[in-house]
């Protein structure tokens, strides 16, 4: 038949003809006739009363058409963005959830919190405009760390919710816990602090509403990973309008990470004004405006502890949290630091009891959300930090106390004692792969090589697992998901045979039209070139939850793989018409029908011409047309893994952290397309790299204010900052999912930030240094080694 | 941006008289400072002068004992400079590292020195080979040009129309590079001359500054070990997010010494 590229091959994504040619089409792309300019007027303060806002000078500027309040939401009873998620405490007690309008009532909590919202008929207008707002605030004193959240006397952000918490969590059997670290020989401590991230898209967010009175109808562009989602939070729960109504379409998306996740204010406000202007409206964050409103990832504060016994053998583990939710709760906000965290820390360990307690913190900060990894680095960098601390402590090399307490490939599917089962994995078959690619075992030669120039050379593991494929809806209701987690697709094949597939993932980078066609043509039997891939409109395509947690594949490309089924199935049906032959005995390979051991064949182009021409075809018993829908709810996340190997060489003068060498060997499941999946893998560990080594996100305490509010002060990592990485897989499939797959999409970010941090400490041990925070800068190096008052490195 | 007025004078005398006759009108030089303020409405001048047409403001020349190089020349054509590196490769090292080709291809040396960013580097190496600053009206020393933050002896309507910098017997620049902006968090120019070295810092406090300790040694020795033990004061040096005082003045002595080191190979 034609130019099959199935599972395995790697094609040049599709994709790229339009990216890399500059037709790409996104969000500020799109103009609308009589489309106007809005901008949002955000909080200057971390923390204050907002007694009121004078619009008068702002409605008097020039080509000022409306600006609107937080009063003119109240007015209309609009209701506040919902939390997609509600957690409890250890008694069943729901988590504290005060509301979250869409512009700011009452009072503003964090720097960026947005007052009012200004449309004008140009940007340049709407800017003049909204310096002219007269706001009168009553600044009050701004708490944006956790520990300090949460002492007594601190800033309370809202009435009703005692010292800050949001709720207090807890995972695990503490009882046994508690048992195990009475008998331990030996307890490993560890206090430490996930940094916190801001995500830095390439493209910032934007958005444009238009209302046509004519129908009644609202459309939204907006650059989001899930358009459906936006259409049913947005629509239902916040600004009443029915679903049909409400057209939300995300088109091409530079970029997530996590960011693009969530429904944020600025969708409903602009969707809500372009009603009452009666005129399409576009708003384009800057920069710096995404610095300050795009929601953040991670910042916890964590004290672990790890009971052994003698031989090293874990007992048990437990872990202290306090997770930071800014000012308010995100999306999915409270769901990242426990439901995505506790569940992980058992990691590819055989550790019988583990024990997690959050607390979740509302801070004067941006709100805090997913943002690549969401929670599982985290769990992954406590564990794989403290079991570095054990090993030290106990005087047991790295490797050997990972090998003794890892989970034997012959254990799964394996149970943890925090709620989640492996269904599959092999960590010792990576680690073992990964040790020879990084060539360990001559570590010493470079290690002293390094020396002889006056730095030190550490290296570091990290021997970790993860959850993705999100996720099993009843699994996750149990946990608080207020919503499914299934994905969908519809494959429509034409008459003529070619093939377009409607799926509810969102493709925003990852190369999902390359990748899902690679499916159909593998499946189909059709060519490559012959299957389109439309997603990102709600207009276009069913129901649908987009693209995060590593899902797309997972979940998205299982409902593909059962659609492709059903055509095949219905195929068959055809073709035994045709053929005169039985449906049992008809087969289908290679793109064509068959009657089994005869030389009876139908391609796959004259069945979709038969269901579409339907003379000669059995209409009594089957409709004609070739087009079929399939929802996939997974029975459990996947859980891929692996072992990453960092080399680093610090510069004792400077305290300069140079990574030298890395290597990931990961098991990620089958692999469609093994170009696509070594490009997941080193932007993952690049953004983890970045979180170890480089970003931060900077908060001063007290006034509330983004000290790394920009490019110049939050630091990216770049290309330079890179060795070439060594990155391969070792995978063992998937048991439960329709080709095997687990997704790849988050392993990097997830696996690399311990790696990085465990060889920049153990290039530091001799001089006793145990543990350093992220980012390891050269400044805080530095300071370490001048606090441990070191002799500098001779030169 | 906010709305201002254009021009684009041929003449020297032109700009100046647009500069002294709109309050608050600003140069644009390569705009690699001023185009980002005005994008981020943090300044509203009424006026720019532009002077890209403006004759003889571009272009390097060697007097001798001198390299003259002309106020709009761009730091990718100082680094690319096959004179200048012959006779001051510290310098043509120096353009090479700032900000990235984008910067480099339309910032210019002028504008850099007029605008006197306490991270930038074109202020080490002008302050570190006691270069002269040839304005449309007079001559300025260096050490009387750098005055702190953004602050120059510049007057209103005054216009740099080149740099003037004699040609030491070494020189070399080493910055460490501010891990976001990769402006200087410290940078170090050391040069030295038949009577003497002159060391200047950027990034590290409020202005470029000179280091008469480190002269002071480096004259008898041209060593890096001969400053390995000068520490300067952390009084009055920059402290934020990303470096406390102490750090950057720990930094001007390792990046004097690899200064020196440059210089030397």
């Known amino acids: ?795 | 941006m906010k709305p201002f007025a254009y021009h684009q004078p041929d003449q020297i005398p032109d700009a100046a008289k647009l500069l002294t006759s709109i309050e608050d009108s600003k140069l644009v030089a390569g705009g690699m400072t001023l185009i980002p303020t005005l994008k981020q409405r943090l300044a509203n001048p009424p006026a720019l002068v532009d002077l890209s047409r403006l004759g003889n403001l571009k272009g390097i020349t060697d007097d001798g004992a001198t390299i003259t190089i002309g106020a709009m020349t761009p730091h990718a054509v100082v680094a690319a400079s096959k004179l200048v590196q012959a006779k001051i490769p510290g310098l043509a090292a120096l353009a090479s590292m700032i900000g990235d080709p984008a910067v480099r291809s339309r910032g210019t040396i002028g504008g850099s020195v007029a605008n006197n960013d306490p991270a930038a580097d074109y202020p080490a190496g002008v302050l570190g080979l006691g270069a002269a600053i040839v304005t449309s009206t007079r001559e300025i020393a260096a050490d009387k040009f750098f005055l702190g933050l953004f602050e120059t002896a510049l007057e209103t309507g005054e216009i740099i129309t080149a740099i003037r910098f004699p040609v030491p017997l070494r020189a070399g620049y080493t910055k460490f590079k501010a891990p976001a902006s990769r402006y200087a968090l410290v940078g170090v120019f050391v040069a030295k001359f038949a009577d003497g070295v002159r060391v200047a810092v950027t990034g590290a406090g409020p202005g470029v500054f000179r280091v008469p300790p480190m002269e002071a040694a480096l004259s008898e020795n041209f060593d890096p070990s001969a400053i390995a033990a000068i520490k300067i004061d952390n009084d009055g040096l920059t402290s934020d997010i990303h470096a406390e005082a102490d750090y950057r003045a720990h930094l001007v002595t390792v990046m004097a010494k690899r200064a020196v080191d440059a210089a030397l190979s």
């Open chain 1, 1 to 795: 038949m034609g130019n099959v590229i199935g599972i395995g091959a790697a094609p040049k994504r599709k994709e790229d003809q339009r990216f890399l040619t500059g037709r790409g089409n996104y969000v500020s792309d799109i103009k609308r006739p009589g489309m106007t300019a809005g901008v949002f007027v955000r909080s200057p303060h971390g923390h204050a009363v907002l007694r009121g806002v004078d619009k008068s000078a702002a409605l008097a500027s020039a080509g000022v058409i409306a600006v609107l309040t937080g009063d003119d939401v109240k007015v209309e009873g609009l209701g506040g963005l919902p939390c997609g998620w509600g957690i409890s405490d250890a008694k069943g007690v729901p988590m504290k959830e005060p509301p979250f309008p869409m512009l700011a009532q009452g009072k503003v909590r964090y720097v960026g919190d947005m007052v009012a919202f200004v449309i004008a008929e140009t940007p340049e207008q709407a800017n003049a405009a909204a310096e002219l707002l007269t706001i009168d605030y009553e600044v009050l004193p701004s708490v944006v760390g956790v520990l300090e959240a949460v002492r007594p006397g601190a800033p309370q952000l809202f009435d009703d919710v005692p010292n800050n918490i949001c709720c207090d969590w807890e995972l695990g059997d503490k009882g046994a816990v508690e048992t195990a670290f009475r008998k331990a020989a030996h307890v490993a401590k560890l206090s430490l602090v996930n940094n916190r991230l801001i995500g830095n898209p390439m493209e910032p967010r934007a958005a444009i509403a238009e209302y046509e009175p004519g129908t009644d109808r609202f459309t939204l562009w907006t650059t989001s990973q899930f358009p459906h989602v936006v259409r049913f939070l947005m629509g239902a729960l916040v600004l009443n309008i029915p679903q049909h109504k409400l057209r939300v379409v995300a088109p091409d998306v530079g970029g997530g990470f996590g960011v693009k996740q969530f429904h944020y204010g600025e969708e409903a406000v602009i969707t809500w004004a372009a009603k009452r202007v009666k005129r399409p409206i576009k708003w384009v964050a800057s920069r710096s405006e995404g610095y300050v409103s795009d929601r953040h990832g991670r910042d916890h504060v964590t004290e672990a502890e790890l009971a052994l016994d003698e031989h090293g053998k874990f007992l048990a583990f437990r872990v202290n949290t306090l997770a930071n939710m800014g000012g308010y709760l995100s999306t999915f906000g409270p769901n990242i630091p426990t439901n995505l965290y506790g569940p992980l820390l058992g990691g590819v360990y055989t550790t019988p009891a583990i024990y997690c307690n959050v607390k979740v913190v509302f801070t004067n900060t941006v709100p805090v959300d997913a943002y690549r990894g969401a929670g599982r680095p985290e769990a992954t960098f406590v564990l794989e930090r403290i079991v570095d601390v054990a090993a030290s402590e106990m005087g047991i090399d790295r490797v050997e106390i990972r090998r003794r307490n890892m989970i034997p490939k012959e254990a799964y599917p394996y149970q943890t004692p925090v709620l989640v089962q492996y269904d599959s994995g092999d960590p010792m078959g990576c680690l073992d792969g990964a040790l020879v690619a990084a060539d360990v075992k001559n570590f010493g030669v470079r290690k002293a090589a390094s020396a002889s120039k006056g730095k030190f050379r550490g290296l570091g593991y990290s021997t970790y697992v993860e959850a993705c494929g999100l996720a099993p809806s009843r699994f996750a209701g149990r946990l608080g998901a207020r919503g499914g987690l299934y994905e969908s697709a519809t494959v429509r094949v034409h008459p003529t045979g070619q093939v377009t597939v409607m799926i509810g993932t969102h493709n925003h980078g990852q190369g999902h039209e390359t990748t899902f066609a690679q499916i159909v043509s593998e499946k189909l039997g059709v060519s490559f070139e012959d299957v389109d891939i439309v997603f990102g409109d709600t207009d276009r395509v069913q129901f649908g939850m987009g693209t995060y947690g590593s899902r797309s594949l997972v979940v998205g490309g299982a409902a593909l793989s059962k659609a492709t089924d059903k055509v095949i199935a219905k195929g068959k049906k055809i073709a035994a018409h045709l053929l005169e032959a039985a449906e049992v005995d008809i087969q289908f390979e290679a793109g064509n029908f068959s009657v089994a051991g005869t030389d009876r064949i139908k391609s796959f182009e004259e069945i979709a011409g038969a269901a579409y021409v339907p003379h000669n075809y059995p209409l009594e018993v089957l409709e004609p047309g070739l087009e079929e829908q399939a929802y996939y709810d997974p029975v459990n996340f996947t859980y891929p893994g692996g072992c990453h190997i960092a080399e680093v060489e610090v510069d004792p003068e400077t305290g300069t952290v140079t990574l030298v060498s890395y290597t990931a060997v990961d098991d990620v499941g089958t692999v469609i397309n093994p170009m696509i999946v070594e490009g997941q893998l080193h932007g993952g560990i690049v953004q983890g790299v970045g979180q170890a080594l480089f970003e931060n996100a900077v908060y001063d305490e007290g006034s509330g204010q983004l000290l790394s509010g920009s490019l110049m002060d939050y630091c990216m990592p770049r290309a330079d900052h890179m060795p070439m990485m060594k990155v391969a897989t070792h995978s063992t499939l998937c048991t439960h999912t329709p080709m095997g797959v687990k997704g790849c999409g988050e392993v990097g970010t997830i696996g690399s930030p311990a790696a990085v941090i465990n060889a920049v400490v153990d290039a530091l041990s001799h001089l006793g240094v145990t543990h350093v925070d992220m980012p390891a800068t050269p400044n805080r190096i530095w300071r370490l080694l001048q606090n441990a008052s070191l002799p500098v490195a001779a030169e």
